[in-house]
């Protein structure tokens, strides 16, 4: 009989939550290994964008790390705050200054938003914008980052918009 299984777990550095039943657990660990998170793999943004990507595809939507964010159920270093949209702090920064503002609605990736979301879309640049000058980045700028889809590294299927300023950042990326 299968029982079911309220755990958060950590797999070379990352947090995965398993709210299923025991039954699922030969699939988790074949997927773990099918994208490259085995022991002997190393801990990187691809390999947990294959990992989400890879989940996604086989049991469908969960809600997301940023779902639970917006419901209060995970704490975030929240910075704004609307009626459309919230930005906080990225827990992993990659400059002295990063933060995402993500959507309320939940959008998997920009690829699937749609014509009717361009108010919506149009509204998180102009947010991305007040946030990045509250933050003192207007004046050196900063860099915007949408990551859509697996091989674009995207490990939250919720659309998000990356913002890291306070460096020189390199160019091309990745």
Known sequence: MAVPVRNIFRHRGTLFQCISALSIAPRIVMTLQHCGLSNEAGNSEVNKAKFAAETRKKYGVEPTLFSKILDKEIPADIIFEDDQCIAFRDVNPMGPTHFLVIP???????SESGDDDEPLLGHLMTIVRKVASQEKL?????????????NAAQSVYHLHIHVIGGRQLGWPPG
């Not at 004046?139 to 990551?147: F, K, L």
């Open 138 to 150: 207007d004046t050196d700028g900063y860099r915007v980052v949408i990551n859509n889809g697996k």
């Open 104 to 110: 309320r609605k939940p959008i998997p990736t920009l």
